[in-house]
């Protein structure tokens, strides 16, 4: 299942664009893909960053913790964060049951939307599952 | 697949080696390690262990960054530490299984029919003759920059006491085992050392492989409250 509306990285997050910045920076949702959260298993514990602080692009910024291991999250763009999804502290489990949904990790306030463009698109994303 | 046997480690020290193979798998300048060892006693514990699961005793505990909870190391048990790639870094659960194939077939080489328990990480012994289902190997990993690292560890004829102490991997009520209570003879660490690297260099090897079938969970023995009389 790959939405076709949502941005996606060769490290199997998606971005949603929420809105475009004006004066402000761009907003945007990001979380797991279905094929990620199937191939990570049964996620448990999920530790993300708190609203304020700076990600920068590719930094290790969280950990997703399966019954089996503890994974690294990347920040796929630059910026900084607004919200983190902080029902996942009582139900990490929304990462697998709607990872698209009710289990998005954080939303980011972007330092530029030119990465935007630098992203994959569902079909691109596609691709590279398949492969 | 570069697979060092590096004898006893203290726990702090193997785990330095790791950084290191790790920092130069992720790198590029190796292709894959596996480090094969034992450690002098140490409780090891995962972050979401919780205060009741840790030794009643004081013993001291190293927290580290693996998935799972607590656990003990020590003398008699092979503890391996595959440092490899992953095809994407999100291919945990495919992994993990394969270490645990690995084990299984470790196991099997010994006639000892082991399998997956559903739900939990490790390998498992079926409930049978009154004894719980029982854990002969305990698998914690962590996986950053696509590159694992921790790994498993397998008890050949580790003292099982050891266990008294803890919950061990958050699960009261199934028990610990060693391929030695299993067998009813000494099995070192060495022999399951033998039995165990083969299969590693198979399964990472990521060729398709067969599955073992699950380990079924016993169901709890209840008393039926509305049983009719007898007798």
């Known amino acids: 299942m790959i939405p076709d509306e949502l941005y996606y990285t060769p490290e199997h997050e998606w971005i949603r664009v929420d809105s475009r910045g004006e004066d402000d920076g761009a907003v945007v949702t990001i979380g797991i893909t279905d094929f990620a959260q199937d191939a990570l298993g049964d996620i448990v514990y999920v530790s993300l960053p708190e609203p ?26 630059a910026g900084s964060v607004l919200a983190r999804n902080e029902q996942l502290d009582q139900a990490p489990e929304l990462v697998n049951s709607d990872p698209y949904g009710e289990g998005w990790l954080l939303r980011i306030e972007l330092e530029s939307e030119t990465g935007l463009s630098d992203l994959l698109d569902a079909q691109g994303y596609q691709a590279q599952v398949a492969s | 697949m570069q697979v060092q046997r590096i004898g006893s480690v203290d726990y702090q020290a193997a785990w330095d080696q790791q950084r290191q193979l790790h920092a130069r798998v992720t790198a590029g300048e190796l292709d894959a390690a596996v480090l094969l060892l034992e450690h002098p006693p140490v409780y090891t514990a995962g972050k979401r262990t919780e205060a009741h699961e840790r030794p009643s005793d004081g013993t001291p505990v190293v927290d580290v ?36 194939e690995a084990l299984i077939a470790a196991c099997a080489d010994l006639d000892l029919r082991c399998g997956r328990v559903r739900g939990r990480s490790g390998v498992w ?29 397998l008890n050949a004829d580790v003292d099982l006491a050891w266990y008294d102490a803890i919950v061990p991997c958050g699960i009261a009520d199934a028990g610990v085992t060693s391929l030695s209570a299993e067998l009813g003879r000494r099995v070192s660490v060495d022999e399951a050392a033998d039995l165990v690297e083969p299969h590693l260099r198979r399964l990472l090897g990521w060729e398709p492989y067969d599955r073992t079938a699950d380990v079924p969970i016993a169901k709890p023995v209840g008393i039926p409250v509305l049983s009719p009389p007898t007798g």
């Open chain 2, 125 to 153: 012994l079926a409930a049978e003759a009154g004894r719980p289902e029982r854990k002969v190997a305990a698998i914690g990993v962590r996986v950053a920059r696509g590159v694992t690292m921790h790994g498993f560890s």
């Open chain 1, 52 to 77: 304020g602080e700076t990600l920068a692009q590719g930094a290790s910024v969280g950990e997703l913790e399966s019954t089996k291991s503890v994974s690294d999250l990347y920040a796929p763009l």
């Open chain 2, 65 to 100: 960054d693996r998935g799972g909870k607590i656990t003990f190391h020590g003398p008699g048990q092979l503890v391996g530490y595959p440092i490899v790639r992953l095809p994407a870094h999100v291919y945990v659960v495919d992994y993990v299984r394969r270490v645990e």
